[in-house]
């Protein structure tokens, strides 16, 4: 099994619709949880990053995390063409050395 | 300014040819990684450096080999290319410290090796 697992999509929604990605993981010593988002052809770059379980919002993202069930979230409220690209979660127990998901990849339909 | 530059953008080389790339980061940050993503979009760390110093160390053929002349710089040696070293390798950095923030990564633009 591997330690962090995310459903690669393809995720096609019209512009406008709420989005939901999730990951899963297995090791309960991840006590960091970020989100990248990158565009074809380009780096990762940081959308959000949170420490523990909760809820943290940033513009019309929100992301989400449920240590006990060891599931994190990222939702899109009213996507945009622009939100196209792959979003990658990751994960961390410290020491710099940090864990990705495979990556959805996702497309906002105009 | 670039914060994480990469070069060369592109590498296409034959099989058993010798080839680096280069990292640079400006922002101060104490830690350089890299990583290796491949068709699939996976992205898997293959090193880290602190300061000058190894750290992270994935399991990864030893024709691959990192040097960092200093915290800012962090270089990536690979010998004897093969088939299935073509992939998009990505240079990051963070500032470290055992902190949310301070673990989030900042990466390059990433060079795409094709070998032939």
């Known amino acids: 099994q591997k330690e962090v697992e995310q459903d690669p999509g393809p995720l096609s929604v019209p512009e406008g619709a709420i989005v939901s990605l999730n990951c899963t993981y297995s090791?309960?010593?991840?006590?960091?949880f970020m989100w990248y988002r990158q565009y074809s052809r380009k780096g990762p770059e940081l959308l959000m990053y949170t420490y523990s379980s909760g809820n943290k919002e940033d513009g019309r993202f929100t992301a989400q995390v449920d240590k006990s069930s060891k599931y994190i979230s990222l939702f899109i409220r009213d996507s945009q063409p622009s939100d196209s690209a792959t979003y990658l979660c990751?994960?961390?127990?410290?020491?710099?050395?940090?864990?990705f998901g495979t990556g959805t990849k996702l497309q906002v339909i105009p | 300014d670039t914060a994480v530059s990469q070069t060369p953008k592109y590498l296409v080389t034959q099989m058993g040819n010798d080839k680096s790339i280069k990292c640079e980061q400006n922002?101060?940050?104490?830690?350089m990684y890299w990583y290796k993503q491949d068709s699939k979009k996976f992205l898997k760390i293959m090193f880290s450096y602190n300061n000058k110093e190894l750290i992270i160390n994935e399991t990864v053929p030893n024709r691959f080999s990192p040097k960092s002349p200093d915290k800012a710089h962090l270089n990536l040696h690979i010998n004897s290319l093969e088939l299935g070293d073509s992939a998009v390798y990505f240079c990051?950095?963070?500032?470290?410290?055992?902190?949310?923030?301070?673990?989030?990564?900042?990466f390059g633009p990433g060079t795409r090796l094709l070998v032939l």
């Open positions: 922002l101060g940050h104490d830690t």
């Open positions: 990051a950095s963070s500032q470290g410290g055992g902190l949310a923030v301070k673990e989030t990564q900042y």
């Open positions: 990751a994960m961390s127990a410290g020491y710099q050395k940090v864990t």
């Open positions: 090791n309960s010593a991840f006590q960091y």
